[in-house]
């Protein structure tokens, strides 16, 4: 018999679930308005993502009610992930009153986990910086670039090394087709690690290594489409050009004809045009999918 007033911890069925696409307004948005949500988008195929998981739930179930989580397998509902532009996995979102307040990418130590999720249960306030970049998430996926840039501005200015902010600065110039402000700030952020700053240097190493013209190597193809070398030169302008899927189904159908040719050349340089595009990205995804029948079949 518990005593009165006595906070009973609620099951974890309560507090963790697997959520889905069609209910994620229910769970997320709705949910959040009373209690607030971690949103933990993972795959199966994530080695990342199977470390942080347990540390999430073990941190969730430790705030005895106080905070929810919701995992999201990018692979079988990938709406949201989308919505909210996930780049990486695994990539960790939380909402509170129906809106999202914070979150992160990458694997956390236990440690900064339980902060995270501390800070969300109102054990510890969000500060300045933490709601800065919150504030540029929400105007990124609002659409509201220039929103986006003031508010990493903003958080420069208090950290100017916040890998964060320079990702996010550095893919809004590389999106406004801003390669050498975007490659300042990659070059500035040094050994920082951030997934938009990752998708960045990728982008500008294919950038660095593009053929500049494309109807020679489109010629060589409609007269052989067995000219590998053709094929791989046009594959490596379309990438530098920020042309991803025309990239990755060229790469694709070296990899599916001969996949050991030039060793392995088209399968490298494919798995830098996924880090380029985001590892959320649908055309990570469905490239990854191709690619695993390709080499398993």
């Not at 709601?131 to 609002?142: F, I, P």
């Not at 050498?180 to 290594?209: C, N, P, Y």
């Amino acid at each position: 018999m518990s005593l009165i007033g006595e906070t009973q911890p609620k099951p974890a069925g309560d507090l963790i679930k697997d959520g889905t696409d069609a209910g994620f307004m229910a769970d997320v948005i709705e949910a959040s308005k009373e209690t607030p949500v971690i949103v933990d988008f993972w795959a199966p195929w994530c080695g990342p993502c199977r470390q942080l998981g347990p540390a999430i739930e073990r941190s969730v179930l430790a705030a005895k009610g106080k905070v929810k989580l919701v995992k999201i397998d990018i692979d079988q509902h990938p709406a949201y992930a989308g919505q909210l532009r996930v780049q990486s996995i695994p990539a960790v979102f939380a909402f509170s009153g129906g809106r999202p307040v914070d979150g992160f990418m990458g694997a956390l130590p236990e440690s900064q986990v339980k902060s995270f999720v501390d800070r969300l249960a109102g054990q510890a306030p969000m500060n300045e910086t933490d709601e800065l970049l919150a504030l540029a998430k929400e105007s990124v996926e609002l659409g509201d670039i220039g929103g986006a840039a003031q508010a990493y501005a903003q958080v420069l200015q208090i950290d100017p090394a916040n890998a964060k902010a320079l990702g996010g600065m550095a893919k809004i110039y590389l999106d406004a087709g801003e390669i050498d402000r975007a490659r300042e700030i990659a070059e500035a952020a040094g050994d920082a690690k951030d997934a938009d700053l990752d998708s960045v240097r990728a982008a500008l190493a294919l950038a660095d290594e593009a053929p500049s013209e494309t109807s020679a190597f489109e010629k060589a193809i409609a007269a052989n489409p067995d000219d590998h070398e053709a094929r791989y030169e046009l594959a490596k302008a379309l990438a530098g050009r920020g042309r991803w899927q025309e990239a990755a189904d060229h790469l694709l159908t070296i990899i599916a004809a001969d996949r050991a040719w030039n060793d392995e050349a088209a399968r490298k340089q494919l798995l830098t045009v996924f880090e380029a595009a985001g590892p959320g990205s649908d055309i990570t995804r469905s490239g990854r999918r191709r690619l695993s029948s390709i080499l398993f079949s």
